[in-house]
């Protein structure tokens, strides 16, 4: 509060509509005139876009997993929600039956899809005493799986989603954190550096890497399935990096550097403060111009493979 009146600060910048997001919208819309060609109600519109909105996943892989899913969950909630009907149970403890019945079954298989559509399904069934169980449960599956398959067309289709320019930002950001931890384990100070940061990133990019694995239309290229191999390749000495800082990073405070590490770290372009002299080599500075040759020699294989 300033001056009597509410200030509050909007930053546009952080507005980012993203390209599934677009599509997921474009889905929605075929999937919903679809259903609309052969007589719009708003239970079949509601059908129609849960579908198109589960096919919408980050690769296809996942996109044919969610579809399947989907469609056997409904398979299910239909099967439960005509089976609780015959049987002499009020409306709505049927329908309470049949919830905590879908969610078990998708607790006991692990399945990581919501259960709201089968759900959805069997309280309808329950609640809705003139409803014909088994000409709504067709019908409802027939809409869904209109949205599906939509979905998973234009999905898999149109702009699949490519993380390769994000993973390529990672590892150089992750190149540039290398000569930022080697600046700060040599800065002249006692204070070692963290390799969270660069653990965290690592783990952002084994995410990245196995979305871009499973896109199937764009690994179909050749050229995309050599990024793919000089991809792992980077994740591999990535990690290989990390656990040689986290080696340094457990040592009370590191050694002195030879003339050989302190070129190599120059010529990299990193600021070493540390003037120390190495004039009588102790066990502490071959252990750590050990570990600091090995990840200078893992970032330039990390680059080289990055440039193939």
């Not at 910048?13 to 005139?33: E, F, Q, Y």
């Not at 040599?186 to 084994?206: C, H, Q, R, W, Y």
């Not at 995410?207 to 980077?234: D, G, P, V």
Request: with cysteine; net charge neutral; proline share 3%.
């Amino acid at each position: 509060m300033m001056g009597g009146k509410f200030n509050m600060r909007f930053n546009y910048k952080r507005i980012h509509i993203g390209l599934r997001t677009l599509k997921t919208a474009v889905a929605v819309i075929i999937s919903m005139i679809i259903v609309t060609s052969y007589g719009a109600t708003t239970s079949r519109l509601i059908f129609a876009m849960l579908g198109a909105m589960a096919a919408m996943e980050p690769s296809v892989k996942e996109s044919l997993e969610s579809c399947l899913t989907q469609i056997v969950g409904m398979f299910f909630g239909a099967l439960i929600g005509v089976i609780l009907l015959a049987l002499p149970l009020h409306s709505l403890l049927a329908a309470g039956i049949g919830i905590v019945f879908v969610i078990t079954l998708y607790n006991v298989f692990h399945i990581r899809f919501s259960p709201s559509l089968p759900c959805l399904i069997v309280v309808t069934l329950c609640t809705t005493p003139d409803i014909q169980p088994l000409t709504y449960a067709v019908g409802r599956f027939w809409d869904t799986a209109i949205g599906l398959s939509v979905g998973l067309l234009i999905n898999a289709l149109i702009f699949p989603y490519d993380t390769s320019q994000r993973i390529r930002s990672t590892l150089e950001c992750l190149d540039r954190e290398v000569l930022y931890f080697l600046e700060d384990m040599f800065d002249g100070d006692n204070v070692l550096p963290d390799t969270e940061k660069m653990s965290n990133m690592i783990d952002d990019m084994a995410y990245q890497l196995k979305i871009f694995s499973k896109q199937w239309l764009l690994l179909y290229r050749r050229k995309n399935r050599r990024k793919l191999e000089a991809f792992l390749i980077c994740q591999g000495k990535a990690r290989q990096l990390v656990a040689q800082m986290e080696v340094l990073c457990r040592m009370e405070y590191p050694g002195r550097l030879n003339d050989e590490n302190r070129k190599r770290l120059k010529e990299c372009g990193a600021n070493i403060k540390d003037e120390r002299v190495l004039d009588e080599v102790e066990e502490l500075d071959i252990v750590t111009n050990y570990h600091v040759a090995q990840l200078l020699t893992l970032r330039q294989d990390l680059i080289d493979a990055l440039r193939k």
